[in-house]
């Protein structure tokens, strides 16, 4: 899985691309994923979330695919908009005794070009 | 949707004082709430999970006795970095979740610390 460095992979897009930020995970008991997006200064927003007995869930413009084989995920961008810009971030769910815990990706920088 | 708030969003603050953050949820009540630690361009770090009316849980290597964490109630839960020193300057997050074993956690939008 992914650790925690001091390099935030980016990924620069033009408007109107579709984008598509990878993530691989570290545990296979996970068994919920989440996709967040942080703008600077801010908390991370939920985006799209998908269970393991899932392998493709959509939103609007957005895409999650899971594949628990290889134990990765990523998030699809379609028609990339400049406010789309921001580091997005997945996120695993593990349970604990009566709650459960997130463990973050590092995260990747999504930077879109008017 | 469920609303979580951090106060202060930032605060700067002299080496050895105490800074206490405040995590509320606004429109649900949170049984437990988590804390976070995001140095720039890192991802988020769990620094430890609380339950109300009981003691934290915290992650190795975080100091229990440095970031104290009291939950009195099912919207509010205080971090308290005491004796605070430069290297504790990083963007603290809170999250909870609305339900025992819920999945989904409702973040806060930061608080901004920088120590001098």
């Known amino acids: 899985g992914e650790s925690v460095g001091l390099h935030l992979p980016t990924l620069s897009v033009q408007e109107g691309d579709n984008s598509i930020i990878n993530c691989a995970y570290s545990n296979s008991a996970s068994d919920y994923f989440i996709w967040y997006k942080q703008e600077s200064g801010k908390g991370p927003q939920f985006i799209i979330d998908i269970r393991s007995n899932m392998d493709k869930r959509q939103g609007q413009r957005v895409t999650v695919l899971l594949n628990k084989t290889v134990k990765h995920l990523s998030l699809q961008i379609a028609a990339t908009q400049p406010g789309d810009s921001a580091v997005y971030f997945c996120?695993?769910?593990?349970?604990?005794?009566?709650?459960?815990?997130?463990?973050f990706g590092k995260g990747t920088m999504l930077l879109v070009s008017p | 949707g469920a609303v979580v708030s951090q106060h202060p969003s930032r605060v700067i603050c002299k080496s050895g004082t105490s800074v206490k953050i405040e995590c509320r949820s606004l429109d649900f009540q949170a049984t437990t709430m988590f804390w976070y630690r995001q140095f720039p361009k890192q991802s988020l770090m769990l620094m430890a999970t609380?339950?109300?009316?009981?003691?934290?849980?915290?992650e190795q290597g975080v100091e229990k006795d440095k970031f104290l964490i009291n939950h009195a109630s099912l919207t509010l839960s205080t971090l308290t970095v005491t004796s605070a020193h430069p290297e504790d300057s990083s963007f603290y997050i809170c999250?909870?979740?609305?339900?025992?074993?819920?999945?989904?956690?409702?973040f806060g939008p930061g608080t901004r610390l920088l120590v001098l």
């Open positions: 996120a695993e769910n593990i349970q604990n005794s009566g709650y459960s815990t997130l463990t």
């Open positions: 609380s339950n109300e009316g009981s003691k934290a849980t915290y």
């Open positions: 999250s909870a979740d609305g339900l025992a074993g819920a999945e989904t956690q409702y």
